[in-house]
């Protein structure tokens, strides 16, 4: 019987596809319906990680008109798997066979 997957095994056995996001008004670590941001053109991407730190972006069947049919990207791990780094530290909270949760820490600046 095989053991659990690594975490790079897990990312990169397939192509993900987003089915929510959105800014976490409440703080409550989930996406909450009134909080939920993304657009029926972006259900439908597809992020897929390589093994050797590659990526690409494909905008799929319902193009959301900005022109970027697909895009390639760089990625890895850092922090002991706990973050990707693409264009910024990603957190991953979860990653299964299934699922990948996504969290990206944004600090907002407020004037005095």
């Known amino acids: 019987m095989d053991g659990p997957k690594s975490a790079i ?20 670590g989930s996406i909450d319906g009134f909080e939920e941001s993304i657009t029926d053109c972006e259900k439908d991407d597809h992020y897929g990680f390589g093994i050797d730190g590659s990526g690409f972006f494909d905008d799929k069947n319902i193009s959301c008109g900005n022109g970027i049919s697909e895009m390639p990207f760089t990625w890895r791990f850092i922090n002991e798997e706990t973050l990707v780094f693409l264009f910024e530290p990603v957190k991953i909270p979860g990653l299964a066979t299934r699922n990948l949760s996504c969290t990206v820490m944004h600090k907002i600046k407020t004037a005095v």
């Open 9 to 28: 095994a897990l990312l990169t056995q397939k192509p993900w596809t987003p089915v929510s996001y959105g800014y976490d008004d409440n703080q409550d």
